[in-house]
């Protein structure tokens, strides 16, 4: 249980155009998801976090007019790179918490998104 | 400030045992975590620890103690597919996954 899906897995996209990407918690229900970064040899790093029915809250220097996020229901988040660069170029990944899980802690990942943005 | 340290490479033979440890300081303690990451793909979730102790999953095992604020993993028999970095990561007081940097361990054969 508790699977994480992402998609595209990867996209290849040209500068200036908009990509999105979907995070589905596909066997439980997802009141909070995680958006995360990662660059090459680095760690991951907290862009957002996403709550149902409510504003997403980014962290600081995450610009939110260019990463958008919607989390409209309990299974579904995306995130929304506006006007992409080359600089964007990254791997994303998603995660969920399982609530239902009292005490549980664990956040359960998505497979990521490869983007490159020429 | 919050911060998670971890040595940044380890190298260890096939079959032997090898130990990754982490160090903390955050707002708060909600758990600590220890991910599986192979490059180009998503972090995968190997252990959770909330009270002090040694918990054993496997080959593998992790060990808490919360006033030290450390943690180690301890991998056993290592396989060649062990080969992949190791990220120790700390719920602090607001659920917020605190980060680190994470271990990449080498598996010689």
């Known amino acids: 249980g508790a699977v994480v899906s992402q998609h595209p897995s990867r996209v290849i996209c040209k500068s200036g155009t908009s990509v999105k990407i979907e995070c589905r918690s596909l066997?439980?229900?997802?009141?909070?998801m995680f958006w995360y970064r990662q660059f090459p040899k680095q760690s991951l790093m907290l862009m957002a976090t996403s709550n149902e029915g409510s504003k997403a809250t980014y962290e600081q220097g995450v610009e939110k007019d260019k990463f958008l996020i919607n989390h409209a229901s309990l299974t579904l988040s995306t995130l929304t790179v506006t006007s992409a660069h080359p600089e964007d170029s990254s791997f994303y990944i998603c995660?969920?918490?399982?609530?239902?899980?009292?005490?549980?802690?664990?956040?359960?990942f998505g497979p990521g998104t490869r983007l490159t943005v020429l | 400030g919050q911060n998670i340290d971890q040595p940044t490479e380890m190298t260890a033979t096939e079959g032997a045992i090898v130990q990754i440890n982490c160090t903390y300081q955050t707002s708060g303690f909600n758990g600590l975590f220890w991910y599986q990451q192979h490059a180009g793909e998503a972090p995968t979730f190997l252990s959770y620890?909330?009270l002090d102790g040694l918990e054993e999953k496997g080959r593998f095992s992790s060990f808490l103690s919360r006033s030290k604020g450390y943690s180690y993993l301890l991998l056993k028999e290592l396989q060649m597919k062990d080969s992949a970095s190791y990220l120790c990561?700390?719920?602090?007081?607001?659920?917020?996954?605190?980060w680190g940097a994470g271990t990449k361990l080498i598996i010689k054969p």
């Open positions: 620890n909330v």
């Open positions: 995660s969920a918490r399982d609530l239902s899980r009292e005490g549980y802690n664990e956040q359960f």
């Open positions: 066997d439980f229900q997802a009141t909070t």
């Open positions: 990561a700390v719920m602090d007081s607001n659920y917020q996954l605190i």
